[in-house]
T-cell receptor
Framework: AQKITQTQPGMFVQEKEAVTLDCTYD???????LFWYKQPSSGEMIFLIY??????QNATEGRYSLNFQKARKSANLVISASQLGDSAMYFC????????????FGSGTKLNVKP | NAGVTQTPKFRVLKTGQSMTLLCAQD?????MYWYRQDPGMGLRLIHY???????AKGEVPDGYNVSRLKKQNFLLGLESAAPSQTSVYFC??????????????FGDGTRLSIL
């Protein structure tokens, strides 16, 4: 079974609107971390936001927030007030401390922000 | 701050040639990882290391070898390059700290073409 599933290969959003990128995960480890990374066309991987499995509140970092629904095993990224510079690939990842701290990555969602 | 540095950034090889990719981190991280990213896809783990002198296989280890002789360095070797190994290679490092909230820090990637 896939550890991380991102079902949206590509998405479009109008500039200044909000967009949600979906991510579901699969683990039996009670302690895990969920991360989102951004990969612009230049290729580097940029860490955006983190959510811990025991965190009671959804994580927020500036215009990024994580909609964490533990029972559904989903960790969707919400980008508010989209900007042209948000156009990039976005990867959801999970860390399993009980499994040699391996990270598992989804296949990514390509976001295009339209002016 | 250097973070994670990968050398070289680009390389073209002929089938059957060998080469070594170097990854160096200056954050005193215990864990280091090598991934490959093929066009339009996410990251796949090749090998990883949980400390100096240790290495382990990831998801796609065949055709690659690694060494972690020093804590700050993680080398990825291709003994006999094949066209199927044409990819972008990313090195990453992370701190264990016993919790799951530490993200991976990535290098800028190495674009490798095998002709």
């Amino acid at each position: 079974a896939q550890k991380i599933t991102q079902t949206q290969p590509g998405m479009f959003v109008q500039e200044k609107e909000a967009v949600t990128l979906d991510c579901t995960y699969d683990t039996s480890d009670p302690s895990y971390g969920l991360f989102w990374y951004k990969q612009p066309s230049s290729g580097e991987m940029i860490f955006l936001i983190y959510q811990g499995s025991y965190d009671q509140q959804n994580a927020t970092e500036g215009r990024y927030s994580l909609n964490f629904q533990k029972a559904r095993k989903s960790a969707n990224l919400v980008i508010s007030a989209s900007q042209l510079g948000d156009s990039a690939m976005y990867f959801c990842a999970m860390r399993e401390p009980g499994n040699f701290n391996k990270f598992y990555f989804g296949s990514g969602t390509k976001l295009n922000v339209k002016p | 701050n250097a973070g994670v540095t990968q050398t070289p950034k680009f390389r073209v090889l002929k089938t059957g040639q060998s080469m070594t990719l170097l990854c160096a981190q200056d954050m005193n991280h215990e864990y280091m990882y090598w991934y490959r990213q093929d066009p339009g896809m996410g990251l796949r783990l090749i090998h990883y290391s949980v400390g100096e002198g240790t290495t382990a296989k990831g998801e796609v280890p065949d055709g690659y070898n690694v060494s972690r002789l020093k804590k700050q360095n993680f080398l990825l070797g291709l003994e006999s390059a094949a066209p199927s190994q044409t990819s972008v290679y990313f090195c990453a490092s992370s701190s264990p700290t016993g919790s799951s909230n530490q993200p991976q820090h990535f290098g800028d990637g190495t674009r490798l073409s095998i002709l």
